[in-house]
T-cell receptor, first 112, second 109 residues
Framework: LAKTTQPISMDSYEGQEVNITCSHN???????ITWYQQFPSQGPRFIIQ???TKVTNEVASLFIPADRKSSTLSLPRVSLSDTAVYYC?????????????FGKGTKLSVIP | DGGITQSPKYLFRKEGQNVTLSCEQN?????MYWYRQDPGQGLRLIYY???????QKGDIAEGYSVSREKKESFPLTVTSAQKNPTAFYLC????????FGPGTRLTVL
């Protein structure tokens, strides 16, 4: 399974755009890139998934360059409630496997 | 409402005892999963099941057992063979998007 690397922590002020970058150098052809959000003492929640270029939903945008060796999760105008841990996963669901590997994630702290 | 339920939310056990954590889903998902999370760490896969009456070991299956007799249910037993069972246990179901339960925090006394 492809390994991901992302910053351990980030701080941001309310109202700012936050970009969290993840590297996945050995991503396979059939892998997707998926991001989850986790609040303390809760289960993770799916945010967004993409394969290439750009994906946008009501919560976030995901940018994936052509070589797919990295990806960037963009959270527009964060609020205090966005304080959480964000996990970048290389998701083999494109190959029919749903075994997910969660790293330590990025702990985002939003400051008033 | 559709979702995943886990019970109990908090569980205490004495060393040497087996304990079973419950996980139920009404999302009609074929696949279900058990993860373990230690403080400040990511999630590690214990067991997963892609269909009733079938399950596979994940990365840290030693000291755990599961059953999948019904589509809706995937209980996890933490046996006395698990050397360090104190952790936060999360159950999930789904495919490319996994839906997680609220978790069970197990403490061994």
């Amino acid at each position: 399974l492809a390994k991901t690397t992302q910053p351990i922590s980030m701080d941001s002020y309310e109202g700012q755009e936050v970009n969290i970058t993840c590297s996945h150098n050995n991503i396979a052809t059939n892998d997707y890139i998926t991001w989850y959000q986790q609040f303390p003492s809760q289960g993770p929640r799916f945010i967004i998934q993409g394969y290439k270029t750009k994906v946008t939903n009501e919560v976030a945008s995901l940018f994936i360059p052509a070589d797919r060796k990295s990806s960037t999760l963009s959270l527009p105008r964060v609020s205090l409630s966005d304080t959480a841990v964000y996990y970048c996963l290389v998701d083999p669901s494109g190959a029919g496997s749903y075994q997910l590997t969660f790293g330590k994630g990025t702990k985002l702290s939003v400051i008033p | 409402d559709g979702g995943i339920t886990q019970s109990p939310k908090y569980l205490f056990r004495k060393e040497g005892q087996n304990v079973t954590l419950s996980c139920e889903q009404n999302l009609n998902h074929d696949a279900m999963y058990w993860y373990r999370q230690d403080p400040g760490q990511g999630l590690r896969l214990i067991y997963y099941s892609q269909i009733v009456n079938d399950f596979q070991k994940g990365d840290i299956a030693e000291g755990y057992s599961v059953s999948r007799e019904k589509k809706e249910s995937f209980p996890l037993t933490v046996t006395s063979a698990q050397k360090n069972p104190t952790a936060f246990y999360l159950c999930a179901s789904g495919g490319f998007e996994q839906f997680f339960g609220p978790g069970t925090r197990l403490t061994v006394l």
